[in-house]
């Protein structure tokens, strides 16, 4: 299997040489072309002037040959030209446009540029208010990136800055409702989203239930969304890439910033190293509403404990023009509960190395360690009266992987290729029960996996108006012992547990089942004019493992398994078209676009009727495979710049499942199918206010899906619910809508300090919404109301004789909630 990937590798790598002369000749020439033929190179990294950051995807373009290149994940940049004299343009959102001229004569030429702020101009720069429409002119379709510092305009609960909730606002996202945790793209469920930190994977992203994220934003560089047209060099999930890269440090100068809110403060501190050729950041933050709230608490709830708390650190050194290192690290936990609680968190260790073989071959080589897991315990507190009774139990999650991944820059071809291994260490339970002294401990046996993956994709510039991306990634995967297998009985009706017929037994490294799968992932833009395009994409993706939750949102409790040889990995093919168009003053100030997809889901796994999912040594027979199918409509309008800006976006979509067994085998729609979702976000700068910005938010969506009864019987006084036509999700909950307000108050800047502080005063739910997260049924017992009789012209008192049942609407937040915080930076 080794040689037969290899092969692939060789053969990919031949077919994606630019077609202009033989697959074997491309093949030697890029390693050894006559001098006089060989292009020359344009090279070097492009940061921020003011903090000495790597700045992700700006534009570096060749007028006079209109080509160009793009900034990779760390800011080195490759334009393969031929000898001559050259106007170099490099734009970016937010920043200065820059112009350059520079001349290759016999050799190659580094250019390291730094790039200021919009409003701050360089020395012997052009500097013009123009910006590439990169919206219309990258290749990239069903991808969105938030800005830093839009994010920290958007109104957020309790006034903090939240990466999760933000992304929420943006077309395809959604989320079940507050109080869960995680986010939906395109129908898919939270499992089916790579979360990525500096490159390793977070299992959990929420904080507090889904209230807040992971993602400290005073930590956070860069945030990017992809939901189709996915690069072969991604993979391992089905529905969508979050990209989240964290900054490197000030490498100018020191740099503290904070802020203090109601719920929970935060500090973060950076500073250059070794006269700065390195630099580092560390950030922290810690809630205290359980320390605030203790002199208001019950005997019951008196030393409750509920609150989170999260560390991250990033360093940087530069060896020397050609390497850099990196190591970055996470590590957050929450705690919650009374007598019983139960906590989780996060753990990541990532190193990198980059190192640039010439000026036309960038290598990054990341390894990362992963790890999260979660614990429940019968007595939190630690009671004295509960000593020697206790019940807890733990489960995690461990990942190691290794990743080298290649850049090779070749004038109107970008080729990049690469791989990874991740070995998967499942831990699906262990628990410990005292009583009385006596100690027992039982649980399920560690599963592990290990995943290997190849990748080679191209992006080509085939002419002015047609750009290709393409690629082909191999994934394959091996479920491995030491552990145990088990054969279940296929003479079971549909619907109901399989009970185990045979039990193997296997040895560490011994392999147990293999899956193996071709990813092939195609990109396509044509330009229809200087302002609009027409895009096309194309990708399939396998996931390995997978999230088991039937409840309504997931929570941190869930359980994690790999593909066995019961459970099959997951699939999914998903195709998508749009129009993209910028338009306004200078053909720049608005930004629309309009996407269609389709996306087929394979082996969706789902549950028979009262399946336990907690060490259940035997869960693989209570499981189900379905297929899955989520389609719509994505509208987006953004204005960029001008004293009102913001944007706009509304989703159509459908997102069903299809399982044998469930539903009288019929179609029905997924727990997290939206049907209507739209939200605005509106941004405005008074310019009579200097020192005052507002923003709000308004978010409207379709209610979820939820399975109610259809009929009751009565027995003794007590109400049974049944579903008598055995629907699952046959009723919707009423639709969500939420509007949100916040205003800044810059604080007064003094020439001679270097304090920056601001006051954000927010308000969530500004009308007090009580938006339901659920909805469930209670027994009402008989009782007596006075009405008027219009007959008898008389109040009557009337007796209810029989049980009644009622619907009860849960909302988690049932009113308005302002706040206020206060950040500075030193």
Do not use: C
């Amino acid at each position: 299997m080794k040689q037969f990937s290899s092969y692939v590798l060789l053969l990919g790598l031949a077919f994606l040489l630019p077609p202009t002369q033989t697959k074997a000749q491309s093949a030697q020439n890029v390693l050894n072309r006559p001098a006089q033929q060989e292009k020359l190179t344009i090279s070097g990294y492009i940061k921020d002037a003011a903090n000495g950051e790597g700045l992700i995807g700006v534009s570096v373009y060749v007028k006079e040959l209109g080509t160009g290149a793009v900034t990779n994940n760390y800011g080195f940049y490759a334009v393969p030209v031929p000898a001559g004299s050259y106007n170099l343009v490099i734009t970016y959102v937010g920043y200065e446009k820059l112009t350059r001229t520079v001349t290759l004569a016999d050799k190659n030429v580094r250019l390291d540029l730094e790039l200021s702020e919009e409003g701050k101009q360089l020395q012997e720069v052009v500097v013009s208010a123009d910006r590439e429409d990169d919206n219309v002119k990258k290749i990239e379709m069903s991808v969105n990136k938030i800005d830093v510092k839009t994010l920290q305009r958007i109104p957020a609960l309790l006034g903090e800055v939240d990466v999760i909730r933000s992304i929420q606002l943006l077309p395809g996202v959604s989320t079940v409702g507050e109080g869960a945790t995680g986010f939906n793209v395109r129908g898919g469920s939270i499992d089916q989203n790579l979360v990525l930190l500096d490159e390793a994977p977070i299992y959990n992203s929420s904080h507090l239930f889904g209230f807040f994220s992971v993602f400290n934003p005073d930590a956070v560089k860069d945030v990017k969304l992809v939901k189709g047209g996915i690069p072969a060099l991604y993979g391992g999930r089905v529905s969508s890439i979050l990209d989240v890269r964290l900054k490197e440090g000030n490498a100018k100068k020191p740099e503290l910033n904070g802020g203090i809110g109601l719920i929970f403060s935060r500090l973060s501190y950076e500073r250059p190293l070794f006269k700065g050729r390195g630099s580092f950041i560390v950030a922290g933050r810690r809630s205290y509403a359980d320390i605030l709230a203790q002199p208001f608490l019950n005997n019951d709830l008196r030393g409750a404990k509920f609150y989170f708390y999260d560390l991250t650190a990033k360093a940087n050194y530069r060896i020397n023009d050609k390497n850099t290192v990196f190591l970055s690290g996470y590590f957050g936990r929450d705690v919650f509960g009374a007598d019983f609680g139960f906590n989780w968190g996060n753990a990541t260790v990532s190193a990198r190395w980059n190192h640039v073989f010439s000026d036309k071959l960038f290598l990054n080589t990341t390894a990362y360690y992963s790890n999260y897991d979660y614990s429940l315990d019968s007595d939190l507190k630690r009671r004295p009266e509960n000593a020697g009774d206790y019940f807890r139990t733990k489960s995690r999650i461990v990942n190691y992987s290794i990743k080298p991944d290649f850049t090779l820059f070749l004038g109107k071809s970008t080729i990049t290729f690469g791989g990874q291994s991740i070995l998967h260490d499942f831990q699906p339970g262990t628990a410990t029960a005292a009583s009385a002294g006596r100690v027992v401990t039982f649980g399920l046996e560690s599963k592990y996996g290990l995943e290997n993956a190849l990748y080679i994709g191209n992006e080509q510039q085939v002419s002015k108006k047609i750009q290709l991306q393409y690629g082909l990634r191999y994934s394959l995967y091996n479920y491995i012992g030491p552990g145990e297998a088990y054969d279940f009985s296929t003479d079971v009706p549909l619907g109901f547990s399989r009970p185990p017929v045979a039990t193997r037994t296997y040895q560490r490294g011994e392999n147990i089942q293999t899956y193996g799968n071709f990813e092939p992932r195609f990109s396509a833009k044509y330009e229809l004019s200087n302002n609009s395009s027409l895009k096309l994409s194309y990708n399939r993706l396998a996931q390995y493992i997978h999230l088991v939750s039937n409840t309504t949102a997931s929570t941190p409790l869930d359980v994690w398994t790999p593909s066995t040889n019961n459970i099959k990995p997951q699939i999914a093919d998903q195709i998508a078209g749009g129009y993209f168009k910028n338009f306004g003053k200078n053909g720049t100030e608005f930004e629309a676009s309009v996407e269609l997809y389709y996306k087929w889901l394979q082996n969706q796994i789902d549950y028979v009727d009262g399946a336990n999912l907690i060490l259940n040594k035997y869960l693989e027979g209570d499981l189900l495979s379905g297929r899955g199918r989520t389609y719509g409509a994505e509208f987006y309008l953004k204005r960029n710049r001008g004293t009102v800006n913001g944007w706009v976006s509304y989703t159509l979509a459908r997102t069903e499942r299809l399982v044998d067994g469930i539903n009288n085998s019929n179609w029905f729609p997924a727990r997290f199918d939206r049907r209507h979702n739209l939200t605005t976000v509106l941004l405005f700068d008074p310019p009579q206010a200097k020192r005052w910005n507002f923003s709000a938010t308004f978010t409207l969506a379709s209610g979820t899906p939820a399975t109610f009864p259809t009929n009751r019987f009565e027995f003794g006084g007590f109400v049974v619910p049944q579903n008598a036509e055995n629907a699952r999700n046959n009723y919707r909950i009423p639709a969500y809508h939420r509007l949100d307000l916040a205003a800044t108050l810059q604080g007064r800047r003094r020439p001679s300090k270097r304090k920056e502080d601001n006051w954000v005063f927010s308000v969530y739910n500004v009308y007090g919404r009580k938006n339901p997260f659920s909805v469930f049924f209670r027994q009402v017992e008989p009782s007596q109301a006075t009405v008027f009789d219009q007959l008898a012209d008389r109040y009557v008192t009337t007796v209810t004789q029989s049980t009644r049942t009622e619907a009860v609407r849960y909302s988690v937040f049932a009113t308005l909630i302002p706040s206020v915080t206060y950040n500075f930076k030193f």
